[in-house]
DNA sequence: GGCGGGCATGTTAGCGCTAACCAGCTAGGC
DNA sequence: GCCTAGCTGGTTAGCGCTAACATGCCCGCC
C-alpha cells in the first residue's frame, strides 16, 4: 500500500506526466501519447476520456523529454548585433512573429563585438541549447566569414545581409533602395548626388554606395567619394558639417535615417535650407522618420517582411538538413522610395 | 560481431555522447559526468584523459537530456511587447547581456496585443518550453494585472513598472525622473510646465504625471490637464500643435523622446522657437536625441542596468522559488537630467 | 595483521516522452 | 466455422544525462 492510494487526488507540488493522465482516464500513457500527437488509431470515446483528463489535470506535455527522444526542439536561434538600431530590432519582432505562428520559440544570442569570433561563439552556444537551426543577422564583412566557417554544423539562414555563396541569405535588396534614391534625387534635376556610407565593414553600406554610384556612371556622372560614417545621428552630424561648407553640394543621399537626422541638424546649423538649398534621402523609414524638420525623404524596408521569409526559409532549410538534400534558395525583398519634404527639385 | 567493431572510429552523422567519450578514455559515463561537473571524487589522471577524449571527439553534452533530469534549462523567458521603441528594446538587449554573463539564455515572446490575455498566453507559452523563470517587460496596466494572474506557477519579475505588490519590480524611477524634469524647467523661471503624457493604460506615463503634478503643485501651481499622446512622434506632433496656438505656453514637459520630436516640429511650423519661446524637456535620452533640432534636454534612463538587475532579482526568485522561501524584493533605479538646448530661460 | 574509513570508480535507476513492436478483439471472406 | 485483416490499445526499450547507491582499493591505525 503506498501514498498514492491513500491520496490519489493529492499530489502537491508536482506537475501531471503523462502517465497519470492516463491513469486517471483509464489507458496506458502510449495512449496519451497518441491523442496528443493526433494518431488516427485512437477510438473517439476514449481520445475523450482523455482529453477530459487533461483538462482536470490541466496537463502540458513536457517539451524536454520529448525534445530528448524526437531530437527537435522546435527552438531556433537568432544571432544579432547588440543594437537598438531600428532595422535589426525590427527584423528581430519580425523573426519572433513568425516563428510564434510557425509553432517555433526564438533563442537569442546577442554579439558584444563585431569580429567573427564572436559570432562563431555565438552560434556554439546556441548550437549548446539545441536550437533546431540558427538566424544570423549579418552586419558586416566578419559576420558573413563567419557564417561560412560555422556552417555544416547546424541548418543556417543569413539575414539582411551575407556571403555571396554557401548559405541562405534573406534580405531587402539594398542596390535596389539605393538606386531608387539616387534616381529620384537626379530626377529632381540635381547635377550629382554626394553620399553619406555606413561603416567599411558593412555589406549593406557597400550594396548601397555601389547602387548610388551605378545611378550616377549610367547618368555619366562621376561620383565624388562617399563619406563613411557608422550609422549614428553622431557622424551624420559630424560629415553633415562637412558637407555642409561645400557650396556646391545640393543633393545628399544617406545611408540611414539615423544619419540623416545628424546632416540635417549640421545643415540647419549651418544655414543652409533643406530642401531648397539641399535635398537629403535617407533610408530605412524609421517610425520617426516623417518628424523630422523637415519631414524625411526616405527608402523603406519591409522588415516584418525579412522576419516571415527568413524564418520560412530557415524551415525548409532544416527540412532538407534533416533529409541531406540541398539548402534552400535565399529571397531579396523589394524596397519602396517615401517621397517626402526633404527632397526637391534643384534650384539654378 | 557488430558493426561498431568492425569500425570503431567511424561513427558518421552522430553527435558523441557521453558514453563515447567514456570508452575512448577508458572509464565508465558517470565519471566523465563528473569530470564535467566538476566533482572532487576523480583523481587528476583520469580528469586529463577524459578531457583529451571529449577534445578529440569534440564532445558536448546534451543540454536537453541535463535539463530533463535536473529539472532546470538555465533558459528565461522574456516577455515584451512587439516595438522598437528604444525603451523595451534596450531592456531586451541588456537582460540578454546580463544573462550571458549568467550563464542562461534568453526565449523570447512578443505580444501582439496589448490587453492580459495575451499576457497570460505568452507566459504559458514560454512556461511550456521549460524556462526556469519569466521576466515581463511590463507596459500597461493590463500587462500589470496579468503578471498577478500567472503568478505562483513559475518564478517572475516585471520589468520597467508592475503593480504594487505580489511580484518583485525593477524598473528607473519614474516619478523621480518626472520631477527633475520638471524641477528643472520651474528653475528657469517658467510659470508652469504643461505635459503630453503617454497613454492613459500606461503606468510609466501615469507615474511621470504624477511627479509632473507634485512638483508644480509644491510650487504652488496649479497643473494644466495633460494631453495624452500614444508614445509616437506622430501624437506629439498633433498635439503639439495644439500647444503652438496657445500663446501662453512657454515650457512643455514631453513623457518620451519621440513625441517630443514631433512637437519640436510642430513648434517648428507654427513658428514658435526653441528654446527662445518654448522650452521642452523629454524622457528616454534616445541616441538620436542631441541631433533634435535643437538638441533634446531629457532624462536618461540606464537600460543596460535595469536588465542586470532584473536578470539578478530573477536569479534569486528562482532560488527562492526553488526552497520555497520568500521572494526577493525589486529595485528602483534613478534616472538623471540631460541638459541640452531645448531649454533655456523663460522670456518676460 | 586485521579492520574501518575514506576515495576513486562502476552500476543501476530513473527524468517524461516517442517509436517500435506486440496482443487481443471484431469483422468479413471462403 | 475458421482464418486473416484491420483496428485499438498495451508493453518495452531507449533518447543522454544525473543521482544514489554499490564496490573495491589503499591507507593508517590499534
Known amino acids: 500500500m503506498d501514498a498514492d492510494e491513500l491520496e490519489p487526488t493529492v499530489r502537491p507540488r ?13 489507458v496506458s500513457h502510449q495512449t496519451v501519447s497518441r491523442v496528443i500527437n493526433g494518431s488516427r488509431h485512437v477510438s473517439p470515446t476514449t481520445r ?16 524536454i523529454a520529448r525534445a530528448l527522444v ?14 537598438t538600431l531600428y532595422g535589426p530590432a525590427s527584423t528581430l519582432f519580425g523573426i519572433e512573429r513568425a516563428a510564434h505562428e510557425a509553432g517555433y520559440f526564438i533563442v537569442i544570442a546577442s554579439l558584444r563585438a563585431l569580429d567573427s569570433d564572436s559570432v562563431v561563439e555565438a552560434v556554439q552556444r546556441l548550437r ?14 566578419a559576420a558573413a566569414q563567419a557564417v561560412l566557417e560555422v556552417q555544416a554544423d547546424v541548418p543556417m539562414v543569413a539575414v539582411e545581409a551575407g556571403p555571396e555563396h554557401g548559405v541562405p541569405v534573406v534580405a531587402v535588396d539594398q542596390r535596389r533602395g539605393a538606386i531608387l534614391a539616387t534616381r529620384h534625387l537626379l530626377d529632381l534635376g540635381h547635377a550629382t548626388v554626394h553620399h553619406i556610407a555606413g561603416p567599411a565593414d ?24 562617399p563619406l563613411i560614417g557608422d550609422w549614428s545621428a553622431g557622424t551624420g552630424h559630424r560629415l553633415g558639417a562637412r558637407l555642409a ?18 546632416l ?6 549651418a544655414g543652409r535650407r533643406v530642401p531648397e538649398d539641399i535635398s537629403v534621402v535617407g533610408f530605412d523609414d524609421i517610425p520617426e522618420a516623417p518628424f523630422f524638420t523637415p519631414p524625411l525623404t526616405t527608402v523603406s524596408q519591409d522588415f516584418g517582411q525579412v522576419g516571415s521569409r527568413s524564418l520560412r526559409v530557415l524551415v525548409e532549410a532544416i527540412e532538407s538538413f534533416a533529409q541531406g538534400t540541398q539548402a534552400p534558395a ?11 519634404s526633404s527632397s526637391a527639385r534643384a534650384a539654378h
Chains 1, 2 share one sequence.
Open 14 to 26: 508536482r506537475q501531471p506526466v503523462m502517465s497519470d493522465v492516463g491513469r486517471l482516464a483509464g
Open 48 to 63: 475523450e476520456r482523455v482529453l477530459a483528463a487533461m483538462r482536470e489535470l490541466d496537463y502540458r506535455p513536457n517539451p
Open 70 to 83: 524526437t531530437g527537435r526542439t522546435r527552438t531556433i536561434g537568432v544571432v544579432s548585433f547588440d543594437t
Open 128 to 141: 549548446v541549447t539545441g536550437v533546431d537551426g540558427v538566424l544570423v543577422i549579418v552586419f558586416d564583412r
Open 202 to 225: 558593412s555589406l549593406e553600406a557597400e550594396l548601397r554606395v555601389q547602387g548610388w554610384a551605378d545611378t550616377l556612371r549610367a547618368a555619366a556622372v562621376r561620383p565624388s567619394e
Open 245 to 262: 561648407r561645400d557650396g556646391s553640394v545640393t543633393a545628399v543621399f544617406v545611408g540611414n535615417d539615423q544619419m540623416a537626422l545628424g
Open 264 to 269: 540635417l541638424r549640421a545643415l540647419h546649423e
Open 330 to 340: 535565399g529571397a531579396l525583398i523589394p524596397p519602396e522610395l517615401i517621397v517626402r
